[in-house]
């Protein structure tokens, strides 16, 4: 058969094999975090977008890592769709793989094998070949349909946070993010505050402790107040409560030493529900109430990605579903995950509606042996493909 149908419009067999091809070639480069490496995909995919009848540009960071801007263009009338993607991968791991990792191995089953084939080389080449097929048709909407493909996600969001800086979100109402969903749409993600706290106190003979300050004991203490935090909200839909993890403490030296340092660190995950500005507040006023003297204490923020919550009513979603159903699946399930993604740096300050929906089985990713359905890559491109006739519709 030469072709698939999808909704209105077709999606070639030729295609298909296009998509798997892109994914293969892009699990082929390794993009593992740090160091990241993904210059070599930017330029890839731009190479491969231009031929494809899509305009774009590489944007530098460094001599290695590079964000990717492509568009569809539209019209004026309305804000852009976003498509939105991340270049790096995670470490391999101390387990041996079934398959080279970086070896792209595609078995009789349709089953493609590497590292990235989920998080989310995947769900990038996805959302490419689907912009590429709205160009070979001539697709023109009210507005542009656009890509942004970052670095770091994995580690810092630092490519999200430079194409924030430098303005790639201007002119964009809808945010559309590929992570592995198994093509469930996630209408919200809890946000991750990561910290690290240090006491500071007073070393002496352990036989003479009332001499020293104990370090390690007034961090305790605090550590016991962080865990029992009240975050003055409830639960939220899909999400449940905010969390607080005590990840590792340090301290001291040998037994016989009152320590007169202690270094905790801290995971607090949070909904949409929480604003990290006002929590950030709070634990600063909860470290100076732990303040006496001969300790000091430092409260540091090592990591900051807010939650991000879109009603599950929004056009955007309501869209997706549309497409979906049109596509085969009878009742696409509306739901939520604790990993943040790029959404973090890109939702809160824009306010935009944005949803995440990639294919892949998410318990898949970061693991040895990582490796997506071939069947789902295709749908998940006829899903981009077919997502700006719905939104554009409304």
């Known amino acids: 058969m030469d072709h698939v149908q999808r909704g209105t419009e077709t999606f070639s067999s030729a295609e298909a094999a296009e998509l798997v091809a892109l994914t293969r070639a ?8 740090p160091p990241g490496n993904e ?21 530098e960071l460094s001599e290695t890592r590079a964000n990717l801007q492509l568009r569809l263009p539209g019209g004026t009338g309305q804000p852009a769709l976003m498509y939105c993607g991340h270049f790096d991968t995670v470490p391999l791991g101390g387990a041996p793989w079934t398959h080279d990792a970086h070896g792209s191995y595609l078995s009789p089953e349709g089953v493609l094998w590497g590292r990235g084939a989920v998080d989310m080389n995947g769900g990038v080449a996805a959302m490419v070949c689907g912009m590429a097929a709205l160009a070979r048709r001539s697709a023109r909407f009210p507005a542009e349909i656009r890509f942004l493909g970052t670095v770091g996600e994995e580690v810092d969001c630092a490519g999200a946070r430079a194409a924030l800086d430098q303005g790639a979100m201007d002119g964009v109402g809808r945010l559309v993010i590929a992570e592995p969903t198994d093509m469930e749409l996630v209408v919200a993600h809890k946000g991750a505050l990561f910290l690290e706290l240090t006491a500071r106190g007073r070393a002496a003979h352990a036989a003479m402790a009332e001499q020293g300050v104990n370090a390690i004991s007034h961090m305790m203490r605090l550590l016991e107040r962080v865990e029992r935090l009240d975050f003055g909200v409830g639960e939220y839909p899909l999400l ?5 993890t005590v990840g590792t403490i340090t301290g001291g030296s040998v037994v016989n030493i009152v320590p007169d340092r202690c270094v905790a660190q801290v995971d607090i995950r949070t909904t949409p529900a ?3 500005e006002t929590l950030l507040q709070t634990l600063a006023h909860l470290v100076d109430a732990h303040r006496v003297d001969g300790v000091e204490l430092e409260l540091r923020v090592t990591g900051d990605y807010p939650p991000v919550g879109t009603a599950p009513d929004d056009p955007l979603v309501t869209a997706a579903d549309r497409v979906l159903r049109t596509l085969g699946d009878d009742a696409p399930h509306k739901t939520a995950v604790s ?4 959404g973090s740096i890109l939702q809160p300050p824009t306010g935009l509606p ?8 998410p318990n898949l990713a970061h693991q040895t042996d990582e490796r997506v359905d071939v069947a789902q890559l295709i749908h ?15």
């Open 26 to 33: 892009l699990i082929r480069i390794d993009t593992v975090n």
């Open 39 to 59: 210059s070599a995909v930017a330029r890839l995919l731009l190479d491969r977008a231009l031929d494809w009848g899509l305009e774009g540009e590489i944007v």
């Open 240 to 244: 449940g409560r905010p969390t607080v």
């Open 274 to 276: 929480v604003d990290h």
């Open 339 to 342: 990993y943040f993604s790029d």
């Open 354 to 361: 944005t949803l995440l929906c990639g294919p892949g089985d």
């Open 380 to 394: 998940a491109a006829r899903f981009f493909s077919e997502l700006p006739y719905e939104v554009f519709r409304q």
